[in-house]
Protein backbone atom coordinates (compact mmCIF):
# COMPACT_ATOMS: atom_id res chain seq x y z
CA UNK A 1 0.00 0.00 0.00
CA UNK A 2 2.99 2.00 1.37
CA UNK A 3 4.08 1.56 -2.69
CA UNK A 4 1.28 2.80 -4.42
CA UNK A 5 1.05 5.91 -2.55
CA UNK A 6 4.87 6.66 -2.74
CA UNK A 7 4.24 5.96 -7.10
CA UNK A 8 0.93 8.42 -7.33
CA UNK A 9 2.44 10.95 -5.06
CA UNK A 10 5.64 11.16 -7.93
CA UNK A 11 3.22 10.58 -10.93
CA UNK A 12 1.56 13.75 -9.58
CA UNK A 13 4.20 15.91 -8.26
CA UNK A 14 6.55 15.65 -11.48
CA UNK A 15 4.00 17.89 -13.10
CA UNK A 16 3.89 19.93 -10.42
CA UNK A 17 7.60 21.01 -10.35
CA UNK A 18 7.96 20.93 -14.19
CA UNK A 19 5.71 23.67 -14.49
CA UNK A 20 6.91 25.43 -11.63
CA UNK A 21 10.48 25.58 -13.07
CA UNK A 22 9.01 26.48 -16.72
CA UNK A 23 7.08 29.03 -15.44
CA UNK A 24 10.09 30.74 -13.70
CA UNK A 25 12.24 30.55 -16.17
CA UNK A 26 9.88 32.07 -18.62
CA UNK A 27 8.79 34.79 -16.65
CA UNK A 28 12.26 35.94 -16.24
CA UNK A 29 13.07 35.58 -19.96
CA UNK A 30 10.20 37.72 -20.14
CA UNK A 31 11.65 40.56 -18.26
CA UNK A 32 15.18 40.44 -20.21
CA UNK A 33 14.95 43.81 -22.32
CA UNK A 34 18.14 44.27 -24.75
CA UNK A 35 17.98 48.34 -25.67
CA UNK A 36 19.36 49.13 -28.82
CA UNK A 37 21.45 52.47 -28.57
CA UNK A 38 23.39 52.86 -31.44
CA UNK A 39 22.53 55.60 -33.93
CA UNK A 40 22.10 59.17 -32.57
CA UNK A 41 19.21 59.66 -30.42
CA UNK A 42 17.07 63.36 -30.35
CA UNK A 43 15.36 64.83 -27.92
CA UNK A 44 11.99 64.87 -29.07
CA UNK A 45 10.66 69.09 -28.04
CA UNK A 46 13.85 70.15 -30.03
CA UNK A 47 15.70 67.66 -32.94
CA UNK A 48 19.25 69.73 -32.59
CA UNK A 49 19.43 68.37 -28.94
CA UNK A 50 20.98 64.74 -30.15
CA UNK A 51 22.85 62.05 -28.28
CA UNK A 52 25.08 59.46 -28.42
CA UNK A 53 25.32 56.24 -26.28
CA UNK A 54 28.46 54.03 -25.87
CA UNK A 55 27.31 51.24 -24.17
CA UNK A 56 30.58 48.96 -21.85
CA UNK A 57 29.07 45.89 -23.09
CA UNK A 58 26.29 45.33 -26.11
CA UNK A 59 23.56 42.75 -26.75
CA UNK A 60 22.31 42.56 -23.08
CA UNK A 61 20.06 43.60 -20.79
CA UNK A 62 22.43 45.47 -18.46
CA UNK A 63 25.23 47.58 -19.26
CA UNK A 64 27.14 51.27 -18.25
CA UNK A 65 27.55 53.61 -20.75
CA UNK A 66 29.23 56.97 -21.61
CA UNK A 67 27.98 59.24 -23.71
CA UNK A 68 27.49 62.88 -25.76
CA UNK A 69 25.00 65.23 -25.94
CA UNK A 70 24.98 68.38 -28.79
CA UNK A 71 22.65 70.54 -26.77
CA UNK A 72 20.49 73.00 -28.65
CA UNK A 73 21.68 76.62 -30.09
CA UNK A 74 25.08 75.33 -30.59
CA UNK A 75 26.05 74.62 -27.57
CA UNK A 76 29.79 72.90 -26.91
CA UNK A 77 29.35 69.10 -26.73
CA UNK A 78 28.59 67.59 -23.14
CA UNK A 79 29.42 64.08 -21.76
CA UNK A 80 27.52 61.63 -19.33
CA UNK A 81 27.65 58.66 -18.06
CA UNK A 82 24.91 55.87 -16.62
CA UNK A 83 23.30 52.64 -16.82
CA UNK A 84 20.56 50.78 -17.78
CA UNK A 85 18.97 47.61 -17.01
CA UNK A 86 16.09 45.99 -18.55
CA UNK A 87 13.95 49.02 -19.45
CA UNK A 88 14.89 51.23 -16.66
CA UNK A 89 17.70 53.62 -17.66
CA UNK A 90 19.71 57.09 -16.06
CA UNK A 91 22.48 58.73 -16.74
CA UNK A 92 24.57 61.99 -15.29
CA UNK A 93 26.08 64.70 -17.00
CA UNK A 94 29.41 64.73 -16.57
CA UNK A 95 30.58 68.74 -18.44
CA UNK A 96 29.10 71.08 -19.48
CA UNK A 97 26.55 73.75 -17.63
CA UNK A 98 24.54 70.60 -16.59
CA UNK A 99 27.62 68.91 -14.93
CA UNK A 100 25.68 66.37 -12.07
CA UNK A 101 22.38 67.16 -13.24
CA UNK A 102 20.52 63.69 -13.36
CA UNK A 103 17.71 61.96 -15.59
CA UNK A 104 16.31 58.67 -14.90
CA UNK A 105 13.70 56.47 -17.05
CA UNK A 106 12.37 53.84 -19.27
CA UNK A 107 12.96 52.64 -22.25
CA UNK A 108 9.51 52.30 -24.13
CA UNK A 109 9.24 48.68 -25.14
CA UNK A 110 7.61 47.75 -28.88
CA UNK A 111 8.09 51.77 -29.30
CA UNK A 112 9.02 52.56 -33.51
CA UNK A 113 11.05 54.20 -33.78
CA UNK A 114 12.73 53.32 -29.89
CA UNK A 115 12.04 56.16 -27.23
CA UNK A 116 13.16 56.50 -24.20
CA UNK A 117 11.21 58.57 -21.44
CA UNK A 118 13.46 60.51 -18.94
CA UNK A 119 12.51 62.71 -15.27
CA UNK A 120 15.15 65.02 -13.92
CA UNK A 121 13.11 66.71 -11.47
CA UNK A 122 9.46 67.78 -12.60
CA UNK A 123 11.41 68.37 -16.21
CA UNK A 124 10.69 65.44 -18.73
CA UNK A 125 13.32 64.33 -21.47
CA UNK A 126 11.53 61.93 -24.23
CA UNK A 127 14.46 60.63 -26.59
CA UNK A 128 14.00 58.92 -29.70
CA UNK A 129 16.22 56.41 -31.91
CA UNK A 130 17.38 57.91 -35.22
Same mark, same amino acid.
Given at each position: +? ?10 ? +? #???? #? ?7 ? =?? /?? #? ?5 ? =? ?5 ? /? ?5 ? =????? /? ?17 ? $? ?15 ? @???? /??? !??? @?? !?????? =?? $??? +????? !? ?6 ERN
Amino acid at each position: +MKKTHSIIFRQL +M #LPVI #LFLITSTSC =SK /AA #LDFIPNL =SNTWENT /ADVTNTF =SFFPA /ATNTNKSTFTGNANPPGGL $PQVQFAGSFENEDIEFT @YTSG /AQN !GKS @YS !GKFIRD =SN $PLR +MELKS !GAETLVLERN
